[in-house]
C-alpha cells in the first residue's frame, strides 16, 4: 500500500470517508440524464473525479444495507418482530405485501444499478479520451461492474424475472416498461451475471498505491470494496457450477499465501484455532483450565468471537473481514441498525425468532454445555426481558468517548466464515465430501490425521488433491514443520462446539450440516432467505424452504403459519411483486 505521512493519510482517509457517505454531494451528479453529455463530461476529466465516482456509487449502494438485512432475514425462519414492529414488516415476514410497502419496493436497487451504468459509461468515455491509464480503468471498472452484479444477484433472488439493464436510461421509471425492457427469469440473469462478471478485467482487490486504498492504524479501505472472487463464487454457487464456485472461493482463501508476514500467511481467512492463553482470537473461548465453568467465557469487545463484530479495524479484525462497509459518526448515511433492532438507543423492530434460539438451545458445546454461545451469548442478549440482536449493536452501545453520539456500526457483507461454509457447500457438490466435512467441523488438520496419530507427520494432515481443494495443513515437531493451513480450526471447532455429520455422509445429509451451521454462525448478517431459496430451487423442494419458514410462524402462534407454507410450496410466490 502507498506510504505517505499521517497528516496526508488522515485527510485522504477523511476524503474518502466524506465521499463514500455523502448521499448528498458527489454522488448526485450520477444521478444526471444520459442527454447531459457536457454536463457529465465536465465531472470526469481525471483520476480524482473517477476515484469520487467510484466512491458516489458506494454511497448510494449504502442506502441499500437496511433492506438487504430485512429482506434476507425477516422473511426467512431467524428473525422475526416485535410490538414495535410496522405492519410493513409484519407483511415481510407473513410473505404477504401490500402495493406501498417500502421494504419490498426494487426502485432503490435501480438507483444503485443506474448509477453504475452512468459510471460505466462515463469510464469507457474517459478511457477513449485518455484521461486516465487502462489500468486505471480496468480496476475502476471492474469494481462498479461487479457493485451491479451484486445489485442484480440481490433482485434476482427476491423479484424473480426481471429487467437486466445496463446502459443508462432516460428515467428510472422505464425500467418497469416491459415493453422497452422485457423481464427475464432468475436462471437467464445468473448466465448474463456470469458473462458479464467473468469478462471483468480486473478480478483483483485494488492494487497496491492505488488512491483508493490507503491503511491508517490498521483502518484498512481496501475492504470497503468489493471481492470480485467472492461475488463470482456465489455466482456459481447459484448456478450450480460447484467446481468453478470452488475455486472461486478458494482465491480468496488463499490471499495469505499471496505474501505477507507470517502472521498473515497463516491467518488471513483461515479460521484459525484459539489462542487459549491471552485470547487474542475470533473464537469461543473460555479461561484455561476453567473450560466447565460458563461463567468464564471470554465475552468482550476486543477478544474471542464477539469481537468479529465489536473490534476495530485491527491486524486481527482483517483476517476474518473480506467486505465491510462502516457507518461513522460524523458522516451520512445514518447508521440504520440502531433503529432496528436497539431496545436501548433504538426503536426495537426485529428480533430472534423463536426457532433460531431453539436451534442455538439446541447444540452442544465440547464442554458439554447444552446452548451453542455464539446464540445466547453473542448474536443475541436478553435485555429487560426481551431477546435483542446484538451483532449490530457493540460498537454503537460501546461507552462513547467524545461528547458526539456513537452511533457507530457496519454493514456486514462478507466475512472469512461465510467464505468457508459456501466453500464447503460448493465442495460437496463437488463430491468432495470429506473437505466438506473439515471446513464445516474441525479443520484440516485434524480432519486428516490418522488415529492413533503418527509422530511425524510429513506424509499425513494434507488432501493431496488438486487445486481448489488442495490443503497442507502440517504441524509437526519431529521434523519441525508448520504448513499453511495448520492453523485452520473448521467453523465448528472455532465455535467450540461438538461436530455434526461424518465423513461418510451423503450429499444431502452434509448440505442440510452446512446450511443449519449458516444459521448458527451468519445469523442476521443478510444471508438466510439466499440460502434457503438457493438450496430449495437447486433440490427442486419448494418444502425445505417453505417448513423453515412455517415452523417460525407457527412457534410464535401465528395463525398465518398454515397457509404461508401452503403459498411458499408454488416456487412462484417466492418473489416480491416487481413494481413501486
Given at each position: 500500500m502507498m506510504t505517505i505521512s499521517i497528516k496526508t493519510k488522515k485527510s485522504i482517509l477523511l476524503g474518502i470517508l466524506a465521499l463514500t457517505f455523502s448521499l448528498n454531494s458527489c454522488s448526485d451528479y450520477l444521478d444526471v440524464q444520459p442527454e447531459d453529455k457536457l454536463i457529465e463530461e465536465q465531472m470526469y476529466r481525471n483520476i480524482y473525479d473517477a476515484d469520487a465516482a467510484v466512491m458516489g456509487v458506494y454511497g448510494k449502494f449504502m442506502a441499500l444495507a437496511e433492506k438487504n438485512v430485512i429482506l434476507n432475514e425477516m422473511r426467512a425462519d431467524l428473525m422475526t418482530t416485535t410490538r414495535n414492529s410496522s405492519p410493513y414488516l409484519k407483511e415481510i415476514s407473513e410473505h404477504n405485501v401490500s402495493a406501498d410497502n417500502p421494504y419490498a419496493n426494487p426502485k432503490d436497487f435501480f438507483v444503485v444499478i443506474q448509477n453504475c451504468n452512468n459510471v460505466l459509461k462515463n469510464f469507457d468515455m474517459m478511457l477513449e479520451k485518455k484521461r486516465f491509464t487502462q489500468e486505471q480503468y480496468d480496476q475502476r471498472y471492474s469494481d462498479v461492474g461487479a457493485i451491479r452484479s451484486w445489485v442484480y444477484l440481490q433482485l434476482g433472488i427476491h423479484y424473480g424475472n426481471i429487467p437486466y439493464i445496463t446502459e443508462p436510461i432516460e428515467t428510472i421509471e422505464d425500467a418497469k416498461n416491459i415493453s422497452k425492457y422485457p423481464r427475464i427469469p432468475f436462471n437467464q440473469l445468473l448466465d448474463q451475471l456470469?458473462?458479464?462478471?467473468?469478462?471483468?478485467?480486473?478480478?483483483?482487490?485494488?492494487?497496491?498505491?492505488?488512491?483508493?486504498?490507503?491503511?491508517?492504524?490498521?483502518?484498512?479501505?481496501?475492504?470497503?470494496?468489493?471481492?470480485?472472487?467472492?461475488?463470482?463464487?456465489?455466482?456459481?454457487?447459484?448456478?450450480?457450477?460447484?467446481?468453478?464456485?470452488?475455486?472461486?472461493?478458494?482465491?480468496?482463501?488463499?490471499?495469505?499465501?499471496?505474501?505477507?508476514?507470517?502472521?498473515?500467511?497463516?491467518?488471513?481467512?483461515?479460521?484459525?484455532?484459539?489462542?487459549?492463553?491471552?485470547?487474542?482470537?475470533?473464537?469461543?473461548?473460555?479461561?484455561?483450565?476453567?473450560?466447565?465453568?460458563?461463567?468464564?467465557?471470554?465475552?468482550?469487545n476486543t477478544q474471542g468471537w464477539r469481537s468479529i463484530f465489536a473490534r476495530d479495524r485491527d491486524a486481527l479484525w482483517n483476517t476474518e473481514w473480506i467486505w465491510s462497509l462502516p457507518f461513522e459518526n460524523n458522516f451520512a448515511p445514518k447508521n440504520p441498525f440502531i433503529a432496528l433492532f436497539s431496545s436501548k438507543n433504538g426503536d426495537y423492530l426485529v428480533k430472534p425468532s423463536n426457532t433460531a434460539i431453539a436451534l442455538w438451545?439446541?447444540?452442544?458445546?465440547?464442554?458439554?454445555?447444552?446452548?451453542?454461545?455464539?446464540?445466547?451469548?453473542?448474536?443475541?442478549?436478553?435485555?429487560?426481558?426481551?431477546?435483542?440482536?446484538?451483532?449490530?449493536?457493540?460498537?454503537?452501545?460501546?461507552?462513547?468517548?467524545?461528547?458526539?453520539?456513537?452511533?457507530?456500526?457496519?454493514?456486514?457483507?462478507?466475512?472469512?466464515?461465510?467464505?468457508?461454509?459456501?466453500?464447503?457447500?460448493?465442495?460437496?457438490?463437488?463430491?468432495?465430501?470429506?473437505?466438506?466435512?473439515?471446513?464445516?467441523?474441525?479443520?484440516?488438520?485434524?480432519?486428516?490425521?490418522?488415529?492413533?496419530?503418527?509422530?511425524?507427520?510429513?506424509?499425513?494432515?494434507?488432501?493431496?488433491?488438486?487445486?481448489?481443494?488442495?490443503?497442507?495443513?502440517?504441524?509437526?515437531?519431529?521434523?519441525?514443520?508448520?504448513a499453511n493451513w495448520h492453523r485452520n480450526d473448521g467453523i465448528r471447532g472455532r465455535a467450540f462446539m461438538k461436530f455434526v455429520g461424518a465423513v461418510g455422509d451423503d450429499v444431502i445429509t452434509t448440505?442440510?450440516?452446512?446450511?443449519?451451521?449458516?444459521?448458527?454462525?451468519?445469523?442476521?448478517?443478510?444471508?438466510?432467505?439466499?440460502?434457503?431459496?438457493?438450496?430449495?430451487?437447486?433440490?427442486?423442494?419448494?418444502?425445505?424452504?417453505?417448513?423453515?419458514?412455517?415452523?417460525?410462524?407457527?412457534?410464535?402462534?401465528?395463525?398465518?403459519?398454515?397457509?404461508?407454507?401452503?403459498?411458499?410450496?408454488n416456487v412462484n410466490n417466492w418473489y416480491l411483486p416487481f413494481n413501486w
Amino acid at each position: 500500500m502507498m506510504t505517505i505521512s499521517i497528516k496526508t493519510k488522515k485527510s485522504i482517509l477523511l476524503g474518502i470517508l466524506a465521499l463514500t457517505f455523502s448521499l448528498n454531494s458527489c454522488s448526485d451528479y450520477l444521478d444526471v440524464q444520459p442527454e447531459d453529455k457536457l454536463i457529465e463530461e465536465q465531472m470526469y476529466r481525471n483520476i480524482y473525479d473517477a476515484d469520487a465516482a467510484v466512491m458516489g456509487v458506494y454511497g448510494k449502494f449504502m442506502a441499500l444495507a437496511e433492506k438487504n438485512v430485512i429482506l434476507n432475514e425477516m422473511r426467512a425462519d431467524l428473525m422475526t418482530t416485535t410490538r414495535n414492529s410496522s405492519p410493513y414488516l409484519k407483511e415481510i415476514s407473513e410473505h404477504n405485501v401490500s402495493a406501498d410497502n417500502p421494504y419490498a419496493n426494487p426502485k432503490d436497487f435501480f438507483v444503485v444499478i443506474q448509477n453504475c451504468n452512468n459510471v460505466l459509461k462515463n469510464f469507457d468515455m474517459m478511457l477513449e479520451k485518455k484521461r486516465f491509464t487502462q489500468e486505471q480503468y480496468d480496476q475502476r471498472y471492474s469494481d462498479v461492474g461487479a457493485i451491479r452484479s451484486w445489485v442484480y444477484l440481490q433482485l434476482g433472488i427476491h423479484y424473480g424475472n426481471i429487467p437486466y439493464i445496463t446502459e443508462p436510461i432516460e428515467t428510472i421509471e422505464d425500467a418497469k416498461n416491459i415493453s422497452k425492457y422485457p423481464r427475464i427469469p432468475f436462471n437467464q440473469l445468473l448466465d448474463q451475471l456470469i458473462l458479464f462478471t467473468e469478462n471483468l478485467p480486473y478480478k483483483d482487490l485494488y492494487a497496491s498505491g492505488s488512491s483508493l486504498v490507503i491503511t491508517i492504524d490498521g483502518y484498512n479501505t481496501a475492504k470497503f470494496f468489493i471481492n470480485k472472487e467472492c461475488l463470482l463464487g456465489d455466482l456459481h454457487l447459484w448456478k450450480g457450477n460447484y467446481n468453478a464456485a470452488a475455486i472461486h472461493y478458494k482465491n480468496v482463501m488463499e490471499t495469505g499465501t499471496k505474501g505477507g508476514t507470517d502472521t498473515e500467511l497463516y491467518n488471513t481467512y483461515r479460521v484459525k484455532f484459539a489462542e487459549v492463553t491471552t485470547h487474542d482470537d475470533l473464537a469461543v473461548g473460555y479461561l484455561r483450565y476453567s473450560e466447565q465453568d460458563a461463567t468464564t467465557l471470554i465475552n468482550s469487545n476486543t477478544q474471542g468471537w464477539r469481537s468479529i463484530f465489536a473490534r476495530d479495524r485491527d491486524a486481527l479484525w482483517n483476517t476474518e473481514w473480506i467486505w465491510s462497509l462502516p457507518f461513522e459518526n460524523n458522516f451520512a448515511p445514518k447508521n440504520p441498525f440502531i433503529a432496528l433492532f436497539s431496545s436501548k438507543n433504538g426503536d426495537y423492530l426485529v428480533k430472534p425468532s423463536n426457532t433460531a434460539i431453539a436451534l442455538w438451545d439446541n447444540q452442544k458445546q465440547s464442554n458439554d454445555i447444552p446452548y451453542d454461545a455464539r446464540g445466547p451469548k453473542f448474536t443475541y442478549n436478553i435485555i429487560n426481558g426481551d431477546p435483542v440482536i446484538m451483532k449490530y449493536l457493540y460498537s454503537s452501545e460501546a461507552v462513547a468517548t467524545t461528547g458526539i453520539a456513537n452511533t457507530k456500526g457496519q454493514w456486514f457483507l462478507y466475512r472469512a466464515a461465510k467464505l468457508h461454509l459456501r466453500y464447503a457447500e460448493a465442495a460437496n457438490r463437488d463430491n468432495q465430501q470429506k473437505v466438506a466435512y473439515a471446513i464445516l467441523n474441525n479443520g484440516i488438520r485434524r480432519a486428516y490425521t490418522p488415529s492413533p496419530a503418527p509422530t511425524d507427520v510429513t506424509d499425513v494432515q494434507q488432501t493431496k488433491l488438486p487445486f481448489p481443494y488442495d490443503f497442507d495443513a502440517r504441524m509437526g515437531d519431529y521434523p519441525f514443520y508448520r504448513a499453511n493451513w495448520h492453523r485452520n480450526d473448521g467453523i465448528r471447532g472455532r465455535a467450540f462446539m461438538k461436530f455434526v455429520g461424518a465423513v461418510g455422509d451423503d450429499v444431502i445429509t452434509t448440505e442440510n450440516n452446512i446450511i443449519q451451521e449458516d444459521a448458527l454462525e451468519l445469523a442476521y448478517e443478510g444471508n438466510r432467505w439466499e440460502d434457503l431459496v438457493r438450496v430449495a430451487l437447486r433440490r427442486n423442494d419448494p418444502s425445505f424452504l417453505a417448513e423453515k419458514v412455517y415452523q417460525k410462524l407457527n412457534s410464535e402462534g401465528n395463525s398465518k403459519a398454515d397457509e404461508v407454507r401452503s403459498k411458499l410450496m408454488n416456487v412462484n410466490n417466492w418473489y416480491l411483486p416487481f413494481n413501486w
